[in-house]
């Protein structure tokens, strides 16, 4: 049983369009990342939410952590070729290290 | 320094090989990790070490072994493994365990033969 799960699986869009990708647990958690990940690399953090409502925006790309700090989302505005990759969101239950959820993996056609 | 780096990039090894993948970190991370991932699939945990102390081995077969001889440094050595170990291992560190982030190296795509 996964911890984490993640929405869609598989997401392919044009360049410019916007797009909404879901992660969602039963679980509280005391944090939540999200990764980018590309091909042949390790996973890059792009941003650590702690506060339940929080929102962080990252140029175009803005990150929600839900109230009762058991989801997030990731919204891209007018995504890029550049943002192709492999989003994975991470959560921690307080004092446990991180369990990743099983991905998403976006293609933006040029 | 911001960065974890890990050694070799690419590593093929025949099943009956001894070899080791080396990770450093100049950040003053006091807690380092060894993830395994496999193609399509998220990082799994392997190892966790804690002030350069094993704080947990997620029920790893013994023929992946880690050592961590100092608060810079992690190692793991690989000996008698199985075709199907071939996968991406992925090193990272953070200041804590639980921190807020890690930084994780490139990883070493490790194909047993």
């Known amino acids: 049983t996964q911890l984490l799960e993640q929405s869609p699986q598989f997401l392919s869009i044009q360049e410019g369009e916007n797009l909404t990708v879901y992660c969602n647990s039963s679980s509280v958690f005391s944090s939540l990342q999200w990764y980018r990940q590309e091909p042949g690399e390790g996973p890059v953090l792009l941003v650590t939410?702690?506060?339940?409502?929080e929102v962080k925006k990252l140029k175009r790309l803005t990150f929600q952590f839900g109230d009762a700090r058991k989801d997030s989302s990731l919204h891209i505005t007018a995504a890029q070729p550049g943002d192709t990759g492999l989003y994975l969101c991470?959560?921690?239950?307080?004092?446990?290290?991180?369990?990743f959820g099983p991905g998403t993996r976006l293609s933006v056609l040029p | 320094d911001t960065e974890v780096t890990q050694t070799p990039k690419h590593l093929v090894m025949g099943m009956t090989n001894k070899k080791s993948l080396k990770c450093e970190q100049h950040?003053?991370?006091?807690?380092m990790y060894w993830y395994k991932q496999k193609a399509k699939k998220p990082p799994e945990l392997m190892f966790v070490y804690s002030y350069e102390k094993l704080s947990i081995n997620e029920s790893v077969p013994s023929r992946f072994s880690p050592e961590c001889p100092n608060s810079s440094l992690l190692n793991l050595h690989l000996h008698a493994l199985q075709p199907e170990d071939s996968a991406l291992y992925l090193c990272?560190?953070?200041?804590?365990?639980?921190?807020?982030?890690?930084?994780f190296g490139s990883g070493t795509r490790l194909t047993v033969v």
């Open positions: 939410v702690v506060t339940g409502g």
């Open positions: 991470a959560g921690a239950i307080y004092g446990q290290n991180f369990v």
């Open positions: 950040m003053g991370h006091r807690a």
């Open positions: 990272a560190s953070s200041t804590t365990t639980g921190g807020y982030g890690y930084t």
